[in-house]
């Protein structure tokens, strides 16, 4: 970030920034690129604006309702399950079968939701898979009794959009009681800590 705000007004300060951007926070990312010259800020214009997004999900801030279909093709909004009476915390998890970090994963929120479901724990699942049989095949291997959804059409789904999901596995935990995303990229050993300490 140093480098970057030394470099701010040459090539090697936004290739620098272009290159490393994703480990900043958002309001990082917009004041490095307020900084940057007109020719720079109009090149970095989309960049910014997925920035200004993920201010906007951050924790604190109430959650943003995606509506995807299920593999039925029945679409499913994240506000009916956050809405849902049974329901005190939902897990907004964004994955897709060809990602190695997501799959791994898995068994490890799979044994979470086991263990924390009948206390009010719900995942909805939304996939960037693109091709409809390995996106199924992934949820019957690795047993994902969650909800699922998907738009299978990553360029053109909002969900991913709306949460400003540059990279994955990524989750967001919500609190049905307040409609506020709580938590960001809780996985393994932090959600389950989590979980264990608003569910006791």
């Given at each position: 970030k140093s480098f970057i705000e030394e470099n701010i007004d040459n090539v090697l300060?936004?290739?620098a920034f272009k290159g490393s951007y994703y480990y900043f926070k958002p309001q990082d990312v917009i004041a490095l690129i307020d900084a940057m010259p007109a020719a720079a800020q109009e090149e970095l214009a989309k960049t910014k604006e997925s920035a200004e997004q993920a201010l906007k999900v951050l924790p604190g801030n109430p959650y943003i309702d995606?509506?995807?279909?299920?593999?039925n093709g029945k679409e499913i909004s994240l506000k009916s399950v956050v809405e849902n009476k049974n329901n005190k915390y939902v897990l907004l998890d964004f994955w897709a079968?060809?990602?190695g970090p997501c799959m791994h994963e898995m068994p490890n929120l799979k044994a979470t939701y086991e263990k924390y479901h009948n206390k009010g724990f719900e995942v909805y699942a939304s996939s960037l898979d693109?091709?409809?049989e390995d996106w199924i095949d992934a949820m019957?291997?690795?047993e994902m009794n969650w909800?699922?959804?998907s738009g299978l059409k990553v360029a053109e789904s909002l969900a991913p959009k709306q949460y400003a999901i540059t990279a994955i596995p990524s989750n967001f935990l919500i609190d049905c009681s307040t409609g506020k995303i709580i938590a960001k990229n809780l996985r393994g050993d932090n959600l389950e800590n989590k979980l264990n300490e608003l569910l006791k």
């Open positions: 300060g936004l290739n995606v509506v995807e279909k299920d593999a079968s060809w990602c693109s091709n409809r019957e291997k690795m909800i699922n959804v």
